[in-house]
């Protein structure tokens, strides 16, 4: 799959939390964020967007390497066999400070600095 739709759809309307994973010089870093917060910003079939207040570390490594990976996960989700699925999000990113869709993140959660922009390119379902 290439978009948000289906079963991935499915998942962004019942996730509790989604992990975002950056690359660094040091590694892979991990940070986190609210499905709940997904779900107000709205997303489309290729574009997700999350507030941003803190992901210092985040934006730094996205500068040097824009990939990015996304878990989001739900018992409620039906999986191949049993109860709950989750899937890899995987595409780009970049944290945006100005314009129509932060103006549209800072009116929603006014702590943002920012909007985090995630480009969806390819998801996986892992159950
Ligand atoms: C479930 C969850 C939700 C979070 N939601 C946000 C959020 O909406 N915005 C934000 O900036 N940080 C959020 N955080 C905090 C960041 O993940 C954490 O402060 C991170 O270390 C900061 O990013 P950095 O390490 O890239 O500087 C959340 C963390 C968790 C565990």
């Given at each position: 799959m290439n978009k948000i739709e289906g079963v991935a759809r499915e998942l962004c309307e019942a996730s509790e939390f989604v992990a975002i994973v950056t690359s660094g010089d040091d590694g892979p870093h991990v940070v986190g964020n609210w499905g709940e917060y997904l779900r107000r910003m709205g997303y489309t079939e290729d574009t997700l967007v999350f507030p941003a207040g803190r992901y210092r570390k985040t934006e730094e490594n996205l500068a040097r390497n824009n990939r990015v990976q996304l878990l989001i996960a739900s018992k409620k989700v039906m999986g191949t066999r049993t109860p709950g699925q989750g899937c890899v999000i995987a595409g780009t990113a970049e944290i945006v400070h100005a314009g129509e869709l932060v103006d549209a993140v800072k009116a929603k959660?006014?702590?943002?600095?920012g909007a985090l922009v995630v480009h969806v390119e390819n998801v996986q379902t892992q159950l």
């Open positions: 959660f006014p702590w943002a600095r």
